[in-house]
Structures are given as structure tokens and as C-alpha cells.
């Protein structure tokens, strides 16, 4: 039992040691969004009725190299601003699914054949998973959404829910604190209690799945079921928006067939607990469920597809001295984060989880005593 727990502590450490700067930069960017959006032309890509949107989303996404917990506060940074649904899952599922870095190690690691193909469905599926996220998710904002577009740049909103209106003029300088005021002490908290519980499930699934439990179903002698398999488990951890795709490599030299590296380069990527009990929050249930069950689904179709039609004599890249040379190349394009920056970045996440829990049992106990209080 205490090694159990010390490795689901481990495990936490490690998501939150991994992803706090991504997701610090992006509670920074989100205040940004939410502050000048209307300021920018930006705003009437995300906003077009049309397929305009999605482009610009999938575009926008596809350079950005931002991990799955990341992604969260620009997700909903752009929903609080007006921009379509569609585009908002578009951007979310794109940005940690494809980028020039994972491309280029995909290419280096994988071979060319998989990453045409990888390439090609992380630009194809985003837009799916958008279209089909706003044609059947949820309609109506969630309370916590309601709350956080309540909240102003420059005054949050009352007990009551009102807000003061933004005034028409504001020095730039007053801006940018509003900026960060909105995306460390409205936005940082409220994710940051979601993210926390998704942070505490995932480190439980990553410390108590047996190692080689996916490794035994992933051959071709099952292929349903081990496209499925690494689906859902792809789906439930967190791992790097790069960091991923040398383990996919891993898992093709033990024999995986390869469209079981393209569900999990998907899945392992786009989804995890944290975000989605975040997203949910935000979004509503509905729209998280058609967003991950789309997800899963396209994905393990294009598994299926690659296994039996695409590539269904593939061979694991054997070069050592062509995969080297484009690991360098890749290798300079990863963001290389320092260990003080890192360390830094996963207390203040730390922080703001610690602040979301605490001001989630504040308002608990608020209302136990309002109810005390009550006559009857």
C-alpha cells in the first residue's frame, strides 16, 4: 500500500514537473486572449461562421507545442471570448496532437511512411472532432463558465454574479495586470481544481496498469482489441506533446502493428483525466463526452485503416545513422525548458490547484452553514 502511494505521488510530480510551464505560459496567453482578443484580427477567424474558423484554429494549433494540459486554458480562454465551438475542439485537439518538433521526430523515429500518415490525420481529425463536437454537444453555457465570463479584466464578479461594465478606455498598463489577474487568480484556480483531480486519477492509472499490459495485446493477432486497448489508455494518461512519440517507437520494435501507433500517437497526445475533468467544468458533460468518444472513435478508425489497407506490411525504421541525424534536427526545434523555470512553473500550478481546492471547501462549507443558518 505505501509503495502504491509513493508511486501515485511520483506519478503526480512528474505530470505536474512535465506540464506546469505549458500550462503557467498558457493561464499567461489565456489573460492575454481574454484582454485583447477583441483588439486583434484573430478574433474574426475564430469567430467566422464559416469553415474560416476551423482552418485558423487547426493553423494556429499545429505550431503551437503545447502539451494536452496546456491546451485547457487557451481552450477556454477562447469560448469565454466568443469564438465558435468547432474551433474551439479543432484548436484543442491539434495542438497537442501535431507539431513541427513531432513531425520532424516522428520522421526521424517512425519512418517516412507513418508520419505521411500521422501528418495527415492529425490535420484531418481536429476538424472531425470540431464539426462533430458542435453539431451534438451541449447547448448553453456551464455555471463555471457563466462565472469565468462573469469576471471581467479589471473586477471580478460579485456574490451576486453581476460584473462592472469594462471601461471603454484603460491604459495599456492596467491592462496587462487585469490580463494576468484574469488568468492566475480567476482563470489559474478555477482550472486549477479540476486539473488537480485529473492530475490525482491519471497518476493512479499510470502507477497501477502493469507495464506490460500493453505490451502483451499489441500485436496483430488481436488488432480490434489493441487498438482499443491503447485507445483508452492512451486517452486516460498524460504524456508529452514530443515525449510520446520515442515510446511509440519502443512499442513498434517489440512488434505493435502500426496502426496501433497511430491511435496512440492520438490519444497519448490529445486526451487525458486532467483535461477532460477540466474541459467538462467549462464545456459541459456532453460536449467532453462527444469530443473524447469522436476522438477515440476517428482514431481507432484510422488505425484500423492503416493496419489493414495503409501500410499493412510495415517494417520499423532500421537506420540508425538517417534516424540520428533527423532526431538532432528535431531536437532543436524542442523547446528546451530550464530546471529552475520547470520547478517554478510546476509550484505555481501546485499553488493554483491548492487555491481551487481550498475555495472549493470554502464555498462547501459556506453553504452547509447557509443551510444551518436557514430557519425551518
Not at 501528418?119 to 464539426?131: H, K, Q
Amino acid at each position: 500500500m505505501t509503495e502504491s502511494l509513493i508511486n501515485i505521488g511520483t506519478s503526480m510530480a512528474a505530470i505536474i514537473l512535465e506540464s506546469g510551464f505549458w500550462i503557467v505560459l498558457s493561464l499567461l496567453i489565456a489573460g492575454l486572449v481574454h484582454e485583447f482578443l477583441e483588439d486583434t484580427g484573430f478574433r474574426r477567424v475564430i469567430q467566422h461562421p464559416g469553415r474560416a474558423s476551423l482552418f485558423g484554429a487547426l493553423g494556429l494549433g499545429a505550431v503551437l507545442p503545447t502539451c494536452s494540459c496546456g491546451v485547457i486554458p487557451l481552450a477556454v480562454s477562447f469560448y469565454l471570448g466568443g469564438a465558435r465551438l468547432a474551433a474551439v475542439m479543432t484548436f484543442a485537439a491539434a495542438t497537442p496532437i501535431i507539431n513541427p518538433a513531432a513531425v520532424l521526430l516522428s520522421y526521424a523515429l517512425l519512418g517516412p511512411e507513418l508520419t505521411v500518415v500521422y501528418v495527415a490525420f492529425g490535420l484531418i481529425a481536429p476538424l472531425l472532432v470540431g464539426l462533430l463536437t458542435e453539431r451534438w454537444s451541449s447547448t448553453g453555457m456551464t455555471p463555471v463558465a457563466e462565472k469565468l465570463d462573469a469576471c471581467c479584466s479589471t473586477t471580478c464578479c460579485s456574490a451576486t454574479g453581476d460584473a462592472e461594465a469594462k471601461p471603454v478606455s484603460v491604459p495599456n498598463n492596467k491592462r496587462l495586470w487585469g490580463a494576468m489577474r484574469w488568468g492566475f487568480g480567476v482563470l489559474g484556480p478555477t482550472l486549477g481544481l479540476y486539473i488537480g483531480v485529473g492530475v490525482v486519477l491519471a497518476a493512479i492509472v499510470m502507477s497501477l496498469v502493469p507495464q506490460d499490459l500493453i505490451s502483451a495485446y499489441l500485436g496483430t493477432s488481436a488488432p480490434m482489441l489493441s487498438l482499443l486497448l491503447v485507445a483508452v489508455f492512451g486517452a486516460s494518461i498524460y504524456v508529452c506533446a514530443v515525449a510520446h512519440i520515442p515510446l511509440v517507437a519502443a512499442l513498434l520494435a517489440v512488434g505493435a502493428a502500426p496502426g496501433t501507433a497511430i491511435v496512440f500517437l492520438v490519444t497519448g497526445a490529445a486526451t487525458n483525466l486532467p483535461e477532460f475533468i477540466a474541459l467538462q467544468k467549462v464545456l459541459g458533460t456532453r460536449t467532453v463526452l462527444v469530443y473524447v468518444s469522436s476522438l477515440i472513435g476517428v482514431s481507432l478508425l484510422a488505425g484500423w485503416l492503416v493496419n489493414l489497407w495503409l501500410l499493412p506490411g510495415f517494417e520499423p525504421v532500421s537506420d540508425p545513422l538517417r534516424t540520428t541525424e533527423w532526431f538532432d534536427i528535431a531536437d532543436r526545434l524542442i523547446p528546451v525548458i530550464p530546471e529552475p523555470v520547470s520547478v517554478t512553473s510546476a509550484l505555481i500550478v501546485t499553488i493554483l490547484i491548492g487555491w481551487g481546492v481550498i475555495r472549493w471547501f470554502g464555498q462547501r462549507l459556506m453553504q452547509v452553514g447557509g443551510r444551518l443558518e436557514t430557519p425551518e
